[in-house]
């Protein structure tokens, strides 16, 4: 299959799942609305406790950290659940009958969600940085490494989690797992270094082991420190990113693969 | 390729007690260590066998019809000629490619229209929909645009075709179900329980549109699951009925309808008369020949005697019950044969089968 028709038929996807989504226009507008009230009530929590946050990102503060880490959860999470949404006993025995590859398969179901996170990630920012006084600090080549870098990791995890859920049908045990260890200790709200101060010295390790925190990580990095890609201490920081997202992309596969194989053998593919 | 489906002692079983072994699932809140190791190892332990070793071997160009009933094991064979379901001994293969192995190519020649996979998006008109999954199949634009505007025309949907899916009737989403199937241009199509739901009207027209249209004209293998005997009769050229994971005939629907059926029902209009000593003696005579079974009168408001109704072996030709008739001095209007029907043969069938089961079953114990 050549490379056109794999764009074509995510552009496919997109475009249903724009469609649909933009008839129901009750669901679209509170959608926006709840992009405005996040970002709001993360703000104003932000202003409230500011200090500096020099453990990891020197030069910036607590609200700028918060920010970028809100904005880019709200980036990445549509791109672990968005194939999940699209799984149900309708649609995933027939789009298996066409026959199309997985990776296609994977990208055209979060496309849309994903774009639709782009679209939202731009107010974010920019009520971020006009209200709440949010300071970037961006590398622009940086910022595309890490957005690629998140994308892989996401992706592996993505199709991970939908193999686990077409086994499953309702809880996935590891993506729960993913999820719950990603709210301790991946830093979303807090420098994961600062484990090592509530918990105890070394703490913060485990967290350089989930897939998330290098996301966060190398997102905040790029947007909040203005990383210079020619110091080897940052090309580190982003190969060390780049080996979790070539480990998780085809480990997904597998997985993915595992989870419709093992619901054919089984007799589920069509049960939700 | 000499057949465009074929099954050597297909065997598929599934598990029984999945979810209870795995301890988790909707409502069951947070999996224990032991569930997620079943989990990655499989289910293991209690199974049931959907198909117990069929054979079965499909004609190109064939309309082949799989009956049966509830639990019968058709829609596991039809799942495991779709790709959806991996089967577990014997061999399958269509148009000579296995579906465990290449479903690639199985899915390049075969097709199928299975209700309860709708994919459909309802916001979205009956001709974007066929759109999306010209695209999912890789035509390219060109390409896809000729084929949906010759199927919608095919289906009788071009005039509908801009209207969003949900204001489809019924037929009109079981039509475009036929058009997606039929947008790759497979030589095999499969439709499982196709006229169900729909109107007689609407199911009359789809048996029309897939024998006349889809078999004569564009020379498809046709595979189909039906509940519905009268349909499998009026378009099949040969069936398999399957009970319990086992082809219990298959053949010609003609032929089934007298393979277990030993008997045949002759009816005879006389001019009417009163039953009296004359028709007892009729009756009398008429039994004592081996090979009648069962006589029965039809009278009118009168309580006159219209009609006898005679069951005899079905090979058993009839001159000699005429001729007694005749000699009782009773006028013969018309006689006509009651052939039996598919449903009696279905029936019968699968009674049959039932009893064995348990009759081996007991001799077990």
Redo the contacts between chains.
Sequence with gaps: MSVSIAIKQIIAFTKRDFFSWSTYKTAAITQIISIFIGVFSWGIAAVYVNRDVPEMYGGSDYISFLIVGITVGNLIMPLIQGVQRQLNPWTLETILMTDIKTPVFVLGNIMWTYILSIISFIPYLVIGIGIFGAKLNTNILATVFSFLISFGILLGLAMISTGMRIVTKSTDPLTWAINILQNLFSGISFPVVYLDTIFFPGASTISWFLPQTWVYHLCRLSMLTNPNLLDPSIQFEFLKGTIFAVLLLPIGYKFFWWGVNRSKKEGTLGWY | MEYAIETRKLV?R??TK?SSS?G????????SFS??IN?IR??SGAYIE?LKGIDLQIKPGEIFGILGPNGAGKS?LI?IL?????HDGGEVYVNGYDPSKE??NV??NL??V?P?????????SGK?NL???A????L?DTESKKRIDYLLELTELKERAEDGYQRYSTGMQRRLLLC?ALIRDTPIIIFDEPTTGLDPTGAADFRDLLKNKLAYQEKKTILLSTHNLQEAQEICDRIAILDKGKILACDTPDNVRHLVIEEREIKIDILPIFPDKKYDLLVKQLNEFSYVTDIQPETNQNGRIFRINIRLKKEQEITEILKVISENELKIKSVNTQEPTLEEAFIQMTRQAKKKVIKEEETGK
């Design positions: 598929k599934y598990p999945r795995m988790y699932g909707r409502g069951r809140g947070i999996p569930a997620l989990l499989g289910s959907a596991t799942k779709c790709t959806l379901v991996l479903p690639s899915l390049k097709q199928a299975l309860e996979s709708r994919g459909f998006s309802w916001r979205l974007q759109e999306f999954y695209l999912l199949y890789g390219d997606r």
